[in-house]
């Protein structure tokens, strides 16, 4: 177990105790206290909030991270602003190494934060944030309706699912006591989204094969209380007819031979380009599943990517409401590796479902062109080769749809269309990609920044001025 481990481990065995209920919170408010005093000296810093962990109550020393926004000068031209990233982020990772309970550090200016704030359940608890230095910037206008706000919450919980539980239920950590105490804690964030009741002391001894059953009945009853029928549309322009399924070109196929014996409990096992489901009966008893779970864990121990675990109600609202883009994809290429084709029982999406997933990743857009390993030197050529065309992509075809009301729901139709109306920004996406290992770290997160500052200030510009629907 590494020191840093061990120390998280004494915190949180001592954490109710007297008098290190008390002491251990205080090196996170000396982090926070720290982190002010260096980043507020800078002029072109406007605004500092905390966010989520510690401006919860119930927020938990070695568990919890401190989780900041802070809020830029709008008006900064590209140099002085890449200058000013390329300082802030050096601190911060100065800082981090003392304190490394400082956790997620969002960077956003003054005119971006109103548009930000208007998208997703991060937009809606804008108004929750704790002002710690600086002018009140925050004005949320997040449109809280109920069955809205009630998908953005559920989503959020989804997100949780597939980005932290799913990857911490397949670990093999060393540190099991500490991988058990934060599947606890992310079971308990992820139904307090969802709105359903987690006992956190009942559970605090769960398994991870009993926290990830807990947590796929609690999306469930989630799924089961929400009404998205409201939001279907009489008019559906997204037309599917043209595409044909086809599996030649899945490359990665995994080995199931783990799995032979649980066949009768495993609904249907589906891959696709960049993800796989398995997807579980209905009708499994709380010991069958717990012994399915841990069969699949063990299965793909060795394999690169791990499979999306869930039953068919919750694969059902991926596909339809959280990201009707996978269905898309799904329904162009997939391979049934076993049981039957579920896809082929799932609905169409509506075109506001496209259109909202669309929009709400305005909140990523605005957040990513100033994403610490896009402005190191260190960390850009991983970034670029990993994330950057994606997430060009991803700001094109929001831009398309904002300046021109097209939405494709196929990626290579989209990406025609963004090659026939944007081929500059097409073309500089292409310079970046095909000559990262060239250019030196400096001018190449340059060039990157500049580019998705650009379109970020175009998606800005249009959420502004268009009149195309949005939610």
Same mark, same amino acid.
Request: one cysteine or more; proline letters at 4%; a neutral charge.
């Given at each position: ?8 481990? &004494? ?62 000068? =709008?008006?900064?031209?590209?140099? /002085? ?12 990772? %100065? ?29 809606? $608890? ?22 809205? !706000? ?8 989804? &997100? ?5 539980? !799913? ?14 105490? /934060? ?26 094969? $009993?926290? !990830? ?19 279907? /549309? ?6 599917? $007819?043209?595409?044909?399924? %086809? ?57 690169? %990517? ?30 049934? !590796? ?46 670029? =080769? ?54 030196? =770290? $400096? ?10 500052? &650009? ?17």
């Amino acid at each position: 177990m590494s020191i840093r481990n061990l120390i998280r481990t &004494t915190v949180l065995k001592t954490n109710s105790i007297f008098p290190f209920n008390f002491l251990n919170r205080i090196p996170y408010h000396i982090a926070l206290k720290v982190f002010i005093l260096i980043f507020s000296s800078y002029s072109e810093i406007k605004s500092i909030y905390l966010r989520h962990g510690m401006s919860k109550k119930n927020w938990v020393p070695a568990i919890s991270d401190i989780d900041i926004t802070v809020i830029i000068d =709008g008006h900064l031209s590209f140099e /002085e602003e890449f200058n000013l990233l390329k300082l802030l982020w050096d601190k911060f990772d %100065r800082l981090k190494k003392i304190f490394p309970m400082l956790g997620e550090v969002d960077i956003l200016n003054e005119k971006e934060i109103e548009k930000w704030s208007a998208f997703t359940i991060r937009g809606y $608890e804008t108004s929750k944030w704790k002002l710690l230095y600086g002018k009140e910037v925050i004005k949320s206008n997040y449109v809280n309706e109920a069955n809205i !706000l009630a998908i953005d919450s559920l989503n959020f919980a989804l &997100t949780n699912y597939l980005e932290y539980f !799913l990857p911490k239920f397949y670990s093999e950590d060393s540190s099991g006591y500490l991988i058990q105490k /934060e599947l606890t804690r992310l079971a308990f964030k992820i139904l307090r989204y969802a709105d359903v009741p987690f006992d956190e002391s009942r559970n605090k001894a769960a398994n991870k094969m $009993e926290l !990830l059953s807990t947590v796929i009945k609690g999306l469930e009853l989630s799924i089961d209380k929400l009404n998205y029928t409201e939001f279907s /549309e009489t008019v559906n322009p997204v037309s599917l $007819e043209k595409i044909i399924t %086809r599996d030649s070109d899945l490359k990665y196929i995994p080995h199931i031979n783990g799995l032979s014996k649980y066949q009768d409990k495993i609904e249907s096992f589906i891959i696709s380009y960049t993800i796989d489901f398995i997807i579980l009966k209905d009708d499994l008893s709380p010991a069958d599943m717990i012994v399915l779970l841990d069969a699949i864990r063990n299965s793909f121990k060795s394999e690169p %990517r791990k499979p999306v675990i869930l039953p068919f109600k919750i694969f059902e609202y991926m596909l339809r409401i959280y990201n009707p883009f996978f269905y898309s994809q799904l329904h162009d290429q997939r391979k049934v !590796l076993s049981g039957k084709d579920s896809f082929n029982k799932i609905t169409q999406p509506d075109f506001c479902f496209y259109r909202k997933t669309l929009a709400d990743d305005v909140g990523n857009i605005f957040l990513l062109q100033r994403n610490k390993s896009l402005i190191q030197d260190k960390t850009v050529r991983q970034f670029i =080769g990993n994330e950057f065309k994606s997430i060009v992509n991803r700001t094109l075809f929001l831009k398309l749809y904002l300046g021109k009301a097209i939405l494709e729901p196929m990626f290579n139709d989209s990406l025609d269309e963004c090659r026939k109306n944007y081929p500059g920004q097409i073309q500089k996406m292409d310079f970046i990609l095909n000559n990262c290992k060239s250019l030196d =770290g $400096e001018n190449l997160s340059k060039d990157a920044f500049m580019l998705l500052r &650009t379109l970020t200030g175009d998606i800005y510009n249009s959420l502004v001025s268009s009149e195309v629907p949005v939610n």
